[in-house]
């Protein structure tokens, strides 16, 4: 892992994506010649596959309709950077325009063909994402993660290349430790990164889920769930209380008992006598869980 420490590619990126403009609706045999005298090549578009170390896992299919579409009214402008493959060649960056390109039906497309190791290869593929605002929070959160995990970076480093400050690395890391199902709802846009992060403070996987669904449902913002979280932890704060390790038959109690109320439920004991508590996150769910109780009568 020699390289590992000769990073700048934080600066270098400029470099590696400041290319000639392309107008390919324009290219005669002249032209091309000249586009080929500034490094570009034109490639077969199926001898190109896509980037295993691509970070983004999303895409449009309405903007990359219209990117095809309008890759069709005035071709292709920027060229894709590949890099030599086993066969072929593999996309470094311009997954998104690579596809739009199919869609459009082009045979061949523009690319500059780069030598990168497969670190270097890995580091591009998020910078030039992230430069780009092209990944969603959870996808750039994997992005740093691989970052540090397959190549051994410290934050620090993660920082430096992709130019954003070390405690934005470590809340977008955080966002890692939410169950999947959070996840999910971040990555298809449906929570907000600062929704995001204020649940991941939580802690209790369940209730992590059982918020996130509930923020999704009342339109909170990220503001109100804070208020919420906070309230919910001064509460718990006056009520201070030793936990006890409780037995497979309450646990299973408990478990029956949420889901006949559709929220959290704990069982509470001390010799023969006990509390049943269940938890609930704003006035109408109050109501519906007394309306629920009434009706068990």
């Not at 490094?39 to 970070?55: A, T, V």
């Not at 605002?133 to 920082?159: C, H, K, R, W, Y």
Request: net charge positive; glycine share 6%; charged share 35%.
């Amino acid at each position: 892992m020699a390289a590992a420490k000769n990073r700048g590619l934080g600066k270098g990126l400029d470099a590696l994506f400041s290319t000639s403009e392309i107008d390919t609706k324009k290219i005669n045999s002249e032209k091309a010649d000249e586009i080929r005298a500034q490094g570009i090549e034109f490639i077969d578009i199926n001898d190109i596959k896509p980037n295993e170390n691509q970070p983004r896992k999303v895409f449009d299919d309405v903007k990359l309709q219209e990117l095809a579409n309008s890759i069709k009214e005035h071709g292709l402008i920027q060229p894709v950077i590949l890099r030599q493959a086993k066969k072929g060649y593999e996309i470094v960056a311009g997954e998104r325009r690579w596809r739009a390109c199919r869609k459009a039906g082009l045979k061949e497309i523009p690319c500059m063909i780069k030598e990168l190791t497969d670190e270097q290869n890995m580091l591009v593929a998020i910078i030039e994402n992230m430069q780009r605002e092209d990944l969603n929070p959870i996808e750039e959160a994997e992005g740093l993660n691989q970052m540090i995990s397959s190549f051994g970076m410290t934050q620090e480093e993660v920082s430096k290349s992709v130019g954003k400050s070390r405690p934005y690395i470590t809340n977008s890391l955080r966002l890692l430790k939410l169950p999947q199902e959070v996840r999910n709802m971040v990555s298809q846009g449906k929570l907000t990164t600062g929704h995001a992060r204020a649940i991941a403070g939580i802690g209790d996987r369940e209730r992590q889920i059982q918020l996130a669904e509930y923020v999704i449902k009342e339109e909170l913002s990220v503001r109100e769930v804070e208020r919420l979280i906070k309230e919910q932890h001064s509460s718990k704060k006056k009520n201070p209380r030793r936990k006890a390790e409780k037995s497979a038959d309450v646990k299973r109690v408990e478990e029956d008992l949420k889901h006949i109320m559709g929220t959290k439920v704990s069982l509470n004991q001390s010799g023969r006598k006990g509390k049943i508590e269940i938890e609930y996150y704003s006035r109408d769910e109050l109501e519906r869980l007394i309306e629920l109780l009434k009706s068990l009568q």
